[in-house]
Nanobody, 126 residues
Framework: QVQLVESGGGRVQSGGSLRLSCAAS???????IGWFRQAPGKDKEGISC????????YYSDSVKGRFTLSRDNAKNTVYLQMNSLKVEDPGVYYC????????????????????WGQGTQVTVSS
C-alpha cells in the first residue's frame, strides 16, 4: 500500500517561509494531490491541490498568493512552498492522494482522498 510522508514542518516567525514535502512510496503520476491543514480544535481545511494530468494548481483564499504547490513526478514528491506565513497558518499539515476530483474539484473535498500522510507540524510565532 502506498505511503505518503510529509516533512519540512517546523517553527518560523511570522513573515517567514517553509517548504513542505510530500514523498510517496510509489508513483503519483495518475493522482491528484491535496494539502490540508488542521489547527487545534478545528476541522481539516483544504488549502491546495495539484492535478496529475497538467499540473494545474488550486488554492484556497486563505493561502492564495502566498503558497505555491508543485510536483516532481520523477521523485514521486509534491512540494508546498509557504511564504509570508501568518499567525493564523499554524497547524498540522497533511498531504493526501486521490484519483478523483479532477480540475478544481480536487480542492478541499476530504472524502475523495483515500490515502493520507501522517502530517507535519507548522508553528508560526509573532
Amino acid at each position: 500500500q502506498v505511503q505518503l510522508v510529509e516533512s519540512g514542518g517546523g517553527r518560523v516567525q511570522s513573515g517567514g517561509s517553509l517548504r513542505l514535502s510530500c514523498a510517496a512510496s510509489e508513483s503519483l503520476d495518475n493522482y491528484n494531490i491535496g494539502w490540508f491543514r488542521q489547527a487545534p480544535g478545528k476541522d481539516k481545511e483544504g488549502i491546495s491541490c495539484i492535478g496529475s494530468s497538467d499540473g494545474s494548481t488550486y488554492y484556497s483564499d486563505s493561502v492564495k498568493g502566498r503558497f505555491t504547490l508543485s510536483r516532481d513526478n520523477a521523485k514521486n514528491t509534491v512540494y508546498l512552498q509557504m511564504n509570508s506565513l501568518k499567525v493564523e497558518d499554524p497547524g498540522v499539515y497533511y498531504c493526501a492522494r486521490t484519483d478523483m476530483g479532477w480540475g478544481a474539484k480536487c480542492l478541499g473535498r476530504l472524502l475523495i482522498y483515500g490515502t493520507w500522510g501522517q502530517g507535519t507540524q507548522v508553528t508560526v510565532s509573532s
